[in-house]
């Protein structure tokens, strides 16, 4: 889902250990100063308050990562630390002494350290025998982040060559590195996108628009398109319809813009392409609900290196084997990185904790949209003690869904960092898959509503996971080298 650069490749550009940088080393400032040229746009007409909007800007990150100070001990698979200053791009320090249950490539272990004593001992991390909640907490306080001074220092002995050590797991780095979205890709996208937020607000003067889904929370491809999301606010809410019939017309009269498509799902889109280009956008109005869980993906997708290339071949699997296109009754790009994010949370050493239940005030469903990116800038890094390979990961999630959990029985929800029951409500009530919407807590695996799609998707991964633990190789169950050739050629 945006535009593309030609980084330098391979593993000499990161002889430092900084490995690989982020495919998106820049990220949007809701609130700090923006430059005049990009999203710094006057409200005309008589609206009272300030004369100009919430800016929405590219910043670098530091060129160093965080480590925490010595007062505050780094969350790790058992305890969390108070918070401190946060990027989302910083590599992280895995400090790990075990392995994950899968028979596993096992690196040394490192020097023992005493364990840092807990200080929030009410609060554990990835605990999966956590009872679910029960019920939609509406009590969410305000946001109170509170920076703290963070001494800097290389991290020269990490990098996700550590977790490569094996042939499955270099050909899934290889795929990675081939295909994640680069730097000039996203550029293009957020280029187009001011574009189209100045035009669009000769007809809506005070309207948002904000770059969503896998374009920004850093799990995206080169060939990914890209999402918007239009806010509107007001006191009355604008028809969806009307508003994108509107945008349309405007849009026919845009030179950069071409083949217009006015889409009427359950959230009508718009969907348009780049002039000249192979971009396509799909434009939304007022469904912040995907601002919300873009920046709630894009802390886990931070929260460990093996995190975005996991999630790039599992998807490039699921496109390969047919079962990764809702508008065809399969599984949505969005319900396959919650499976993911579901998996790595409830091993035995999980990868990962739950965010929203460890860090609520970050990410309150009710927090004004243009806080929303603030709140994993205040979440510290998680340490995870799992060491397991790439490889090894891949092939624990194929097996995972291929024969462990009850597709019948278990809804799976990565807000709980568990399997929750299934209950016989409306929700859940018939439904062949059940995955949680973090945020609405609807079932995003809804599309798959035919019993035929259900056992096909439920037979890939069970083919896959057999031939993948006999031959060890991608390329038994995905074209490497044809999809890499593919990423390579969209500049």
Known sequence: ??????????????????????????????????????????????????????????KPPPSTSPVPPPHMPPMT?????????????VVKRQRIDSSHHTPSIRAPPPPHHPPHPPLRPDRAVAETSRPPSDGIDHTYPSPHFHHHPVPTAPESSNSLQAYAKDKLSVQMLELFEACQQQTSDLE???????????????????????????????????????????VIKGNKRPDPISTLFHLQRLFRSLSYVDRTQLIRAKVPILRFRQKGS?????????????IRNTFL??????????IRPMILVVKK???HNQINDASKGTLSSYTLVLMVLHYLQTLHEPVLPSLQRDYPECFSPLMDIDMVPEGPKHIPPYISRNRSSLGELFLGFLRYYATEFRWDKQVISVREAKALPKTNSLEWRNKFIC???????????????EKIKFDAIKAEFAKSYRILQQRKDLNSILPVRSIINKESSRR
């Open 77 to 89: 698979n058992g305890r969390k630390r108070q918070n401190i200053e946060y990027s989302p791009h």
């Open 278 to 290: 192979d971009l396509e956008f799909d434009l939304n109005i007022n469904n912040t609900v995907g």
């Open 317 to 319: 699997w699921a496109r």
């Open 188 to 230: 293009r996208k957020e280029i187009c996108r001011t574009q189209l937020q100045q035009d669009i607000q000769r007809l809506f003067a005070a309207a948002r628009l904000y770059l969503t889904g896998s374009s920004m929370n850093g799990l995206g491809c080169r060939s990914s398109d890209a999402d918007l999301c239009l």
């Open 1 to 58: 889902m945006f535009p593309r650069s030609a980084e330098p490749r391979g593993r000499a550009a990161f002889s430092h250990g900084l490995y690989p940088p982020p495919s998106v080393p820049k990220y949007y400032d809701y609130n700090h100063q923006s430059r005049a040229d990009v999203n710094s746009f006057p409200i005309p007409g008589p609206i009272p308050g300030p004369k100009r909007l919430p800016p929405y800007e590219w």
């Open 297 to 306: 993906l894009k802390s886990y997708a931070h929260a460990d290196l093996r």
């Open 435 to 449: 995955v949680e919407e973090p945020f609405e807590r609807n079932n995003v695996a809804r599309a798959v509503h």
